[in-house]
């Protein structure tokens, strides 16, 4: 009797233990995901300043995707034709998907930053959103 008690006390014990260092990772990442993503609001700022007409020329509603260093070629955003399929960025180097999706208003571009990642078999996903205008006339 004593045995099995301590048999289920063990059991019990382990499965805290592998639910917590879950729950941790699971922290660790979804933090991760929202600094790059605050990231990704801050570079579309800078785009917003850098030139206005250009940035605001892309808030057609299609999504880009940006690399895992948040760098643009030199014409600027990439456009993704089929939208951005989260899976298909990752590997074993690029951890997090990153997406960009802008809408335009008037004389507003809405913002969408979308990071995603793979936790076991289940896609994380954490969404940043903001609205941009012309500050400087």
Do not use: H, P
Request: net charge negative.
């Amino acid at each position: 009797m004593a045995v099995g008690a301590m048999s289920l006390l063990l059991v019990s014990l382990l499965a805290l233990v592998v639910m917590s260092i879950k729950n941790s990772r699971l922290a660790k990442d979804r933090a991760k995901a929202v600094a790059l993503a605050q990231g990704g609001i801050e570079l579309m700022r800078a785009y917003r300043d850098y030139s206005w007409t250009e940035f605001s020329s892309f808030a057609t509603g299609d999504d880009y995707v940006l690399e895992s260093d948040w760098t643009v070629d030199t014409v600027g955003l990439g456009e993704v034709a089929t939208g951005c399929d989260e899976i298909s960025y990752m590997d074993e180097t690029n951890f997090y998907s990153r997406c960009v999706k802008l809408s335009s208003g008037a004389s507003v571009v809405d913002v969408q930053i979308t990071v995603s990642w793979q936790e076991g078999s289940r896609l994380e996903q954490t969404v940043q959103n903001t609205r941009l205008s012309i500050w400087e006339r």
